[in-house]
Antibody, heavy 121, light 110 residues
Framework: EVQLLESGGGLAQPGGSLRLSCAAS????????MNWVRQAPGKGLEWVSGISVSNGDTFYADSVKGRFTISRDNSKNTLYLQMNSLRAEDTAVYYC??????????????WGQGTLVTVSS | QSVLTQTPSASGTPGQRVTISCSGSSSNIGSNTVNWYQQLPGTAPKFLIYYNNQRPSGVPDRFSGSKSGTSASLAISGLQSEDEADYYC???????????FGTGTKVTVL
């Protein structure tokens, strides 16, 4: 059974940093691209970032480019999102999501349960 | 503001057919395949339709997708109470070099 378990969310101050983790199990983690998607309270879904299998190719939404860094550790079956220079508008539930097909970044067939990030002073 | 526009809401009685539209442009729907996700209240999104009209295993055939030009549609036939959810279209945008979600449609079963 595919499982994605996010952690690392919490309260951060504007300008601060947080690192999210997503522990994956139940599939060959090193064979699939992974992504982060967020959802602000009461709002729609927003793709944040994606990373290819080999860690060589990363993609970011314009809203987080230069502030967030996606990475993965295939030996630990874990996806990360380093979030720096946080802003109030980064407040959201952050989901990690697995790519459906090996070799492609999208679409997403499995999602984690999400972790809440709140940016406030 | 998303580059994909969806009707904010749709409704129907049990057994009816409901159609949700997703409008984009040549850089997204016009040149890439469309996916759909269902989000039940208080839960993570669920994979519903991919490559315009393909259903993942386990998704009932009541759900169907289509695409024409720069627009896409999701149809739910034989509407059931458990279909009450938010529905999002999504597609890769070549101009933004990123994945974009639609604004979302809330489906209500009357």
């Amino acid at each position: 059974e595919v499982q994605l378990l996010e952690s690392g969310g919490g309260l951060a101050q504007p300008g601060g940093s947080l690192r999210l983790s997503c522990a994956a199990s139940g599939f060959a983690f090193n064979s699939y691209a992974m992504n982060w998607v967020r959802q602000a309270p009461g709002k729609g879904l927003e793709w944040v970032s994606g990373i290819s299998v080999s860690n060589g190719d990363t993609f970011y939404a314009d809203s987080v480019k230069g502030r967030f860094t996606i990475s993965r550790d295939n030996s630990k079956n874990t996806l990360y999102l380093q979030m720096n220079s946080l802003r109030a508008e980064d407040t959201a539930v952050y989901y990690c999501a697995k790519a459906h097909s090996s070799g492609y970044l999208i679409p997403f067939d499995y999602w984690g349960q999400g972790t809440l990030v709140t940016v406030s002073s | 503001q998303s580059v994909l526009t969806q009707t904010p809401s749709a409704s129907g009685t049990p057994g009816q057919r409901v159609t949700i539209s997703c409008s984009g442009s040549s850089s997204n729907i016009g040149s890439n395949t469309v996916n759909w996700y269902q989000q039940l209240p208080g839960t993570a999104p669920k994979f519903l339709i991919y490559y315009n009209n393909q259903r993942p295993s386990g998704v009932p055939d009541r759900f169907s997708g289509s695409k024409s030009g720069t627009s896409a549609s999701l149809a739910i036939s034989g509407l059931q109470s458990e279909d009450e959810a938010d529905y999002y279209c999504a597609v890769w945008d070549d101009s933004l070099n990123g994945y974009v979600f639609g604004t979302g449609t809330k489906v209500t079963v009357l």
